[in-house]
């Protein structure tokens, strides 16, 4: 249930520089390694610096009486041998007590307005397969043909123990 609903202050809005901080903070709390461990892998600020650098116009934040409530950062792909322009929706996130209030729908909405404007034909996300909330959420922006993954890691920090081969003579 919300604890504050967005008001007509609810303002979406081009991410400035200043803006950074409370968005990698903001994101911080959203992508825990509890919540999704790969998506807490990939948060870190060169993910919002390296995104702002190069589609600054994608990278969106809803500010509410002068607080960053959400964001969204997004780019664009175009494949050598296509017609076709893709929009990335890399990240998306709105506070805690905010959630299902209809700011992630209006981040989405400009963005994808924005996106149109720049020729893309066909927005792409991804998500964690547990992340049922989210794939709800891209449901109703009307985001269809849902294909699973498989996310695999290798830790190089534990030592493993080589088999001693034995001599034969």
């Given at each position: 249930?919300n604890?504050?609903?967005?008001s007509?202050?609810l303002d979406?809005?081009?991410?400035t520089i ?24 990939t948060?870190?600020?060169y993910?919002?610096t ?5 589609d600054?116009?994608l990278?969106l934040v809803?500010e ?9 950062l ?5 494949k ?13 996130g709105v506070r805690?007590?905010l ?5 992630g729908k ?22 964690d ?5 989210g794939?709800?959420?891209f449901?109703k922006?009307?985001?269809?043909h849902?294909?699973?993954h ?13 088999k001693k081969?034995?001599e034969?003579?």
């Amino acid at each position: 249930m919300n604890t504050e609903e967005p008001s007509d202050a609810l303002d979406i809005r081009q991410m400035t520089i200043d803006d950074m901080a409370a968005v990698f903070h903001l994101g911080e709390k959203l992508f825990t390694s509890d919540f999704s461990p790969s998506m807490y892998r990939t948060w870190d600020e060169y993910e919002i610096t390296t995104l702002f650098n190069s589609d600054s116009e994608l990278c969106l934040v809803a500010e509410l009486n002068s607080d960053i409530v959400g964001f969204a950062l997004g780019t664009t792909v175009e494949k050598q041998h296509s017609s076709w322009k893709y929009g990335y929706l890399v990240w998306i996130g709105v506070r805690p007590g905010l959630q299902k209030g209809g700011t992630g729908k209006k981040l989405f909405d400009e963005l994808r307005l924005r996106m149109k404007e720049q020729g893309v034909r066909m927005i792409i996300i991804d998500t964690d397969a547990d992340n049922e909330a989210g794939i709800r959420f891209f449901k109703k922006l009307g985001f269809g043909h849902i294909q699973k993954h498989v996310y695999m890691t290798l830790n190089l920090s534990r030592s493993r123990k080589k088999k001693k081969k034995k001599e034969v003579r």
